[in-house]
């Protein structure tokens, strides 16, 4: 979403001043949130520090966790390079997200929050995706069918799981709840769509096919050759194949990205189990030759786009919110390697295709099957997950997944490397004879700073944070109350943020410490259309004792946003420019005419 026009001016100003004007350190957070408890230690403002966590799953020969390690069982390797480990804490996320909805209380009226007692299920968090956009239709009810399953008999008592779904865009269908009957409902609610994109991507159903008359005609004109014309169509049909394929890659890649800030301020490791065919972790073109003997060769290809950085990229954002990705391949037990459901010997008429266009099919079904697995295999291991493939219990595969990760190891070192932007690999290395331990493979070492890029990649997925229905986010805490005001033709509705300091950064400044935060507002009407906003972005440079005061009180702002009387859905949001972190929250908001 945008900056409006007034909202902009104010940003300009207040960077130019760079001062404190709009923090209403008179409002203070004891009076209408919840006061902090007893033992519970008061937040402080992240300064600049880098450490590097990783989670370790340890486990012995037969599966069971390896309990009772400390640094000295661990060698962690960065580049090669061995690093001092600072940190080793042994978690288990079901105590924890038990210890931390025991926090939970009542909120004032017309205070939200995004706060993770708020937001924390009551056991370990378990994301399930299913991938309607890179999964074709038969296969989508296949899964389908198998998740009921998994509900029907595996689901734990407890344990609490969220239901997404992927088209064109993320949709959540559920949000985390142990309830068999909405999870079931949400799974019922997830009806198989063809995907056009896949549907684009299947070049050789659209191509006619050549005779062996056609192919040794021995005629090459142009206008005439059978194999010349084919082999253009080929190119053309190719060429718009990777376009969508490349559109593929992106819708899913935001996709995990907004997982990621959904769930980033929950505290522990959670598990993603994404249901799907996946995508290929390249595309090519195939290069034909005009002569009738090469007219069909399969292995002649011309290399298009690797998306192994892109995708790495959005793994590393992923482990950094301390998700894992359980990748459960949607295809189930693939005979022959031949792809799915809707695999056969027939060609596309409907005809029985034998010979040495049958075996041209198996081996460019091969093909493409492996390599949409091998992207499932990379998301799973760079995020210490596991894949699953090539299994009919699909059921199975997710109860596996839900269980894996119940317990483990949290690793954190400061990287002697400096912010280069550059991708990093990690190498956990346990030392304990029969032990295995899965973790992350890497991480981006972000540059500080505001270049386009980074401004650019922000905004979008702050863009996508405010839309109507989109995931909450909760990589920024922040309390806000909304203050109705009396009934009128257009009301300034106030709305007051109080921001957790431990989910936002400072920066030293000379002096002081620097701050970058964005607050945003947007109120949506019944048509789903935003009916008001107001975005502002400020940059204070705090003074010691300004400094001492947010971090023990919070950082409070004051927004305004202009409304006719209505009903809306008012969403609000928080970024953290330095961290690129976003927190978000709903609250519905009724506004009376005058009579």
Not at 469 to 493: C, E, I, L
Not at 495 to 504: L, M
Not at 535 to 540: C, E, H, L, Q, S
Request: aromatic fraction near 6%; charged fraction near 20%.
């Amino acid at each position: 979403m945008k900056c409006s026009k007034a909202g902009w001016q104010s940003i300009r100003m207040l960077v130019a001043a760079i001062s404190l004007a709009g923090l209403t350190f008179g409002l203070g957070p004891a009076g209408w949130t919840q006061e902090q408890k007893p033992g519970v230690p008061s937040p402080a403002i992240r300064v600049s520090v880098r450490l590097v966590l990783a989670d370790a799953v340890v486990t012995d020969k037969d599966g069971k966790v390896v309990t009772g390690l400390g640094a000295q069982d661990f060698t962690v390797l960065e580049d090669g390079k061995p690093q001092k480990v600072t940190t080793v804490l042994f978690e288990q996320p079901a105590q924890m997200a038990r210890a931390l909805s025991s926090r939970r209380a009542n909120l004032p009226p017309n205070v939200i929050t995004n706060r993770p007692e708020y937001r924390m299920p009551s056991s370990a968090p378990v994301i399930l995706l299913l991938d309607a956009l890179n999964t074709v239709v038969q296969d989508q009810a296949h899964a389908r069918m198998e998740m009921l399953k998994y509900l029907d008999k595996q689901l734990q008592p407890g344990q609490q799981v969220a239901v997404y779904t992927l088209v064109r865009s993320l949709r959540m269908l559920q949000d985390f709840t142990d309830d068999p009957a909405l999870l079931k409902a949400a799974v019922q609610g997830f009806n198989p769509s063809v995907s056009m994109e896949l549907q684009i991507a299947d070049v050789n159903k659209r191509l006619p096919r050549l005779s062996g008359a056609e192919a040794d005609s021995g005629v090459r004109h142009p206008a005439t050759d059978p194999g010349q014309y084919i082999a253009r169509m080929q190119e053309f049909y190719e060429d718009q194949a990777n376009l969508a394929t490349d559109e593929r890659v992106g819708i899913t890649l935001t996709a995990f990205r907004e997982i990621a800030q959904a769930v980033a301020g929950l505290p522990g490791r959670k598990s993603l189990v994404w249901v799907s065919g996946a995508f290929p972790i390249a595309t090519y073109t195939r290069v034909i030759q005009y002569s009738a003997d090469a007219i069909n060769d399969p292995n002649s290809k011309r290399f298009n786009e690797l998306y192994e950085d892109r995708l790495r990229q959005a793994d590393s954002i992923l482990t950094d919110a301390q998700v894992a990705v359980y990748a459960v391949d949607a295809r189930g037990l693939v005979g022959q390697l031949l792809g799915g459901a809707e695999s056969s010997g027939l060609s596309a008429a409907g005809t029985l295709v034998t010979g040495a266009e049958y075996g041209q099919n198996v081996q460019l079904a091969s093909g493409s099957l492996q390599d949409s697995q091998a992207t499932m295999k990379q998301v799973a291991t760079d995020t210490g997950g596991k894949v699953f493939i090539n299994q009919n219990d699909l059921d199975h595969s997710v109860a596996l997944s839900v269980q894996d990760g119940a317990s483990y190891y949290l690793l954190g070192y400061s990287p002697e490397t400096k912010a280069d932007g550059k991708f990093h690999k990690i190498e956990v290395k346990v030392n304990r004879p029969g032990a295995t331990v899965r973790a992350r493979r890497g991480y981006f070492a972000i540059v500080p700073g505001d270049d386009a890029k980074a401004v650019k990649l922000r905004d979008a997925a702050v863009g996508m944070a405010m839309q109507y229905g989109s995931p909450g986010a909760t990589g920024v805490t922040f309390d806000a109350r909304v203050t109705p005001p009396a009934p009128a033709a257009k009301m300034k509705v106030g709305i007051d943020f109080i921001v957790d300091p431990s989910t936002i950064s400072a920066r030293d400044d000379g002096g002081g410490k620097n701050l970058a935060v964005e607050f945003h507002a947007a109120a949506y009407g019944a048509n789903r259309k935003v009916a008001g906003q107001k975005d502002v972005a400020i940059k204070p440079t705090l003074k010691p004792a300004d400094f001492t005061r947010i971090q023990q009180q919070g950082l409070p702002y004051h927004v305004d946003v202009e409304l006719p009387p209505g009903r809306y859905l008012l969403r609000l949001g928080v970024v953290d420019q330095h961290s690129g972190y976003i927190g978000t929250a709903d609250m519905p908001l009724v506004l009376e005419g005058p009579k």
